[in-house]
């Protein structure tokens, strides 16, 4: 029998509605797979050394320590005025590497794709991915795509594990944190979380707020150049700076006290917020970070931030001081100090 | 029942007595709310929002009624008072 | 942002703490009813700035708290059909029902919605003619001209798959209430500055001529509350009772005449049961015959379900001013942010929430604690 012509199934499968979407069996890893990952997500990604048929990658890696961390992204909507889920999904992790002192090198790239999403969705997503990890200075070596049955996600769902190389020395952590440390912000605050939530829930703020979605590797670099040495870094994700802060009170066993009007916040997230009942603190952030640094560090970190345009509004926003009953205090309108709560859950807006 | 923002008049769009809209902007963010209980506004007037819909027009000689009692109260004891109206200059 | 942030002035607002404490001679009570006031009050510190010179008692000024169970549950049940949206404030979402809340409704699939504007449901019912819209009406009569408005756009659109479950309730009754009851002890009250707004303040002179307590319209940041504190000290002190209005730049004695037509024209006065204190004569507003084909109560059929609710739980003396949230039994053990048994425990709302935020991490011995 002659076998040099391979029959060649052809999914025949057209939506309604035009456009062609993703189907259940792009999952199942035969040849609508292989080409879903090697027509579309290889060529977006422009990928070095993401070679498909190992089944790992293999880094390329140097003397210095690694680190590795982990994040899954299930935003919606999928797209915001600033960012959207692909290029979340690259600076998150990357960031998580960053503020840990380590700079952002390999990422993986995990997609779960519900069937019926549109590919020209997926191949949007895709692109946004590849300009953030140029963007962010990373490589993506390897991955995996997942199709599961209609709803069983958001249309997707990804998870990026992130590895990098260490800097030495790297942040001591919040259980180091000292008296007199003083607690600085990268820029200012909630742009993420406003954004998302009005694109989300469509209040009909204009413009619409945009989001701060960014790599924080080049503030990390920047200071550490100057020989700068904080003492413990974190991207105030959700929960914005109110959870980084409790959980630095937690570890370190000290109070946190700042100062409500140190915190840089744009006048429009700022309106928004007053509008909405909610307290920036508490809104996350994708492209800010809080660092705690010696008090002798500071002046040298704002000046230095002050000249890079994207840290331009870096600002020193409090303290490290002594335990005592509160674990996070804000200094407010009255110059009392006053707890600041811990977020709960996800910030509702309010009418009362 | 609480939540009530100033934000200041900057377009009208609907002048019907009930389904009145104008664009106001609170800080550079502006949103179209609902006008029907403020259509005395004029363009550069403060209201007062409430879930979308303007509640008062804001009275900008009572806003400062507090802050002259309070100066009255100073000027035996030498200190100043800022205001709305001393505060900030209009853009 | 102007006129606001001139009312958040340290300067000012340390000036009148100085002139309450030198004025006062001795201690006085004074209540706030309202939620958004006792918010302010509790993050700014005020109560302690006065401690020992004025007491601020928290009265039943949190729409959302007091919004009967049964309103939350019908809320639920319908947010549970497959063919209904249920938008609602986001303050409500928290709230405990008989069965959880309507975010725990929403995790299990149910239709939810955050909106920020009564008027935005009226337009994800015209979007969408296929599915049902339903706008939980909360609040005091501030927010009444908004959902009232919604409900004259959704006629004047012709939807008939918008409807709203009212459960506003008013002010005055409430402070009747609580001043008739036995053992009140309130001084004076800071009357809520935007139901002010709204209704004016001209129908409290009554109120303070029967009662001989003073009334101050009071705002919410931190200088407007220490103005409307400062007014009602001096009124004491002086032995006067009148109706004075510390919030003018918002509230006019008739109130905003407008805004009462357009509430008068949809909503007629009813009693209400107040969640934890049981029903307050004249104490709610519902939708006049004309407009029943906009009340999801008609749509949909009464409310049906069993209302259970936890006997641990002391909102109502809470509520009523009787016990501070720190009296209650249950305050910070069963009952905290993350699983309240009441509604004043609701994270952002509520005077057990505030305090627990707030007051809870206070050194022992605190003043007011």
């Known amino acids: 029998m002659n076998r040099s012509a391979a029959w060649e199934p052809v999914c025949p499968v057209v939506r309604p509605g035009g456009g062609a979407v993703v189907t259940l069996a792009h999952g199942e890893g035969g040849l609508l797979s292989r080409r879903l990952i090697q027509e579309r997500i290889v060529p977006a990604l422009e990928s070095i050394n993401l070679d498909c048929t190992a089944d790992a990658a293999l880094l390329p ?58 590919l020209a969705v997926l191949d949007r997503v895709l692109a946004s991915i590849a300009t953030a990890a140029r963007a962010a200075g990373v490589s993506i070596l390897t991955g995996d795509t997942k199709v599961v049955p209609r709803g069983a996600v958001d249309q997707i769902f990804i998870n990026t594990s992130g590895v990098g190389e260490i800097l030495d020395p790297a942040p001591t ?37 945009s989001s701060d979605c960014a790599p924080l590797w080049p503030c990390v670099a920047a200071l550490y150049q100057a020989g700068i040495r904080p003492r413990a870094m974190r991207d105030a994700t959700r929960g914005g ?112 | 029942m609480c939540l009530g923002i100033p934000g200041r008049v900057i377009r009208w769009i609907d002048r019907d007595p009930t389904f009145a809209t104008a664009e106001i902007e609170f800080d550079g963010l502006r949103r179209v709310c609902h006008l029907a209980c403020a259509t005395d506004a004029n363009v550069g007037d403060f209201v007062i929002v409430h879930a979308g819909v303007a509640i008062s027009r804001l009275d900008p000689q009572a806003a400062q009624r507090v802050f002259d009692e309070l100066a009255r109260l100073g000027d035996d004891e030498g200190w100043h008072v800022p205001g709305p109206e001393r505060a900030e200059h209009e853009p | 942002m102007k006129y606001l942030d001139e009312y958040r002035d340290p300067v000012v607002a340390s000036r009148l703490v100085r002139a309450i404490l030198q004025r006062a001679t001795r201690p006085w009570k004074i209540m706030e009813v309202c939620g958004g006031q006792t918010h302010n009050l509790l993050r700014h510190g005020i109560d302690t700035e006065l401690a020992g010179v004025v007491e601020l008692i928290h009265g039943p000024g949190c729409p959302v708290c007091v919004t009967a169970i049964e309103a939350i549950d019908f809320a639920q049940q319908l947010a549970a059909q497959p063919d209904v949206l249920v938008a609602s404030f986001g303050d409500m979402l928290r709230v ?75 002010v005055q009754p409430a402070m009747e209430a609580i001043m008739s009851s036995p053992g009140c002890n309130v001084n004076a009250f800071l009357a809520a ?100 084909r906009f009340d999801a109560a008609s749509r949909f059929g009464g409310l049906p379900m069993e209302v259970i609710e936890s006997d641990e739980c002391h909102s109502g003396e809470v509520l009523a001013g009787r016990i501070k949230p720190s009296g209650c ?37 605190a003043t007011g604690s």
Not at chain 1, 75 to 91: E, K, M, Q
Not at chain 3, 132 to 145: C, I, L, R, S
Not at chain 3, 206 to 222: N, S
Request: glycine letters at 10%; hydrophobic letters at 45%; charged letters at 20%.
């Open chain 1, 61 to 118: 890696v140097s003397d210095c320590r690694l680190a590795m961390t982990t994040d899954s992204f299930v935003v919606t909507p999928l797209f915001f005025p600033g960012g959207d889920i692909g290029s979340l999904a690259v600076y998150g992790t990357a960031n998580d590497l960053a503020v840990a002192g380590a700079r952002p090198r390999w990422l993986s790239l995990s997609l779960i794709l519900e069937e019926g999403l549109e």
């Open chain 1, 173 to 209: 952590g919040p259980a180091t944190l000292q008296v007199g440390d003083v607690l600085l912000v990268s820029g200012p605050i909630a742009q993420h979380g406003i954004a998302v939530l009005e694109a989300r829930e469509e209040f009909g703020f204009d413009p619409a707020p």
């Open chain 1, 241 to 352: 700076v109110a959870a980084v802060l409790h959980e630095w009170g937690a570890a370190s066993n000290r109070s946190l006290v700042i100062d409500e009007s140190a915190v840089p916040v744009l006048p429009a997230i700022r309106a928004a917020c007053e509008l909405l009942g909610l307290d920036p603190l508490h809104i996350a952030n994708e492209g800010t970070l809080v660092a705690a640094l010696p008090a002798e560090q500071v002046e040298p970190a704002l000046s230095l931030l002050s000249r890079l345009p994207a840290y331009a509004r870096a600002a020193a926003i409090g303290r490290v001081e002594s335990a005592s009953d509160t674990s996070v205090a804000v200094r407010r309108a009255l110059g009392r100090l006053q707890p600041l709560d811990e977020p709960l859950g996800a910030p509702l807006p309010r009418i009362c």
């Open chain 3, 96 to 170: 405990p029902g008989s069965r959880g809340s309507l975010l725990d409704v929403r995790a299990a699939g149910g239709n939810v919605r955050t909106v920020y504007s009564p008027v935005d449901a009226v337009e994800l019912a015209r979007r969408d003619p296929n599915r049902q819209v339903v706008f939980f009406a909360v609040g005091f009569e501030t927010t009444a001209p908004a959902t009232a408005l919604a409900v004259l756009q959704a006629a004047r659109l012709g939807l008939d798959n918008f409807s709203l479950i009212v459960a506003h309730v008013r």
């Open chain 3, 193 to 292: 500055g935007h139901v002010c707004t709204v209704i004016g303040y001209e129908s409290y002179e009554e109120f303070v001529a029967r009662y001989h307590v003073p009334v101050v319209v009071t705002g919410f940041e931190p200088v407007d509350l220490l103005s409307g504190i400062l007014a009602c000290v001096e009124q004491l002190e002086a032995d006067e009772a009148r109706v004075e209005n510390c919030y003018g730049r918002s509230a006019r004695p008739a109130g905003n005449t407008v805004a009462g037509e357009v509430v008068r024209q949809v909503y007629e006065i009813c009693d209400r049961p107040w969640r934890g204190l049981g029903t307050i004569i004249a104490g709610g507003l519902r939708l006049k015959p004309q407009w029943a």
């Open chain 3, 329 to 365: 039994p249950s305050f910070g053990t069963r009952c905290t942010p993350e699983q309240p048994l009441g509604a004043p425990m609701v994270s952002s709302e509520g005077a057990c929430a505030a305090y627990f935020r707030y007051a809870l991490h206070r050194p022992v011995g």
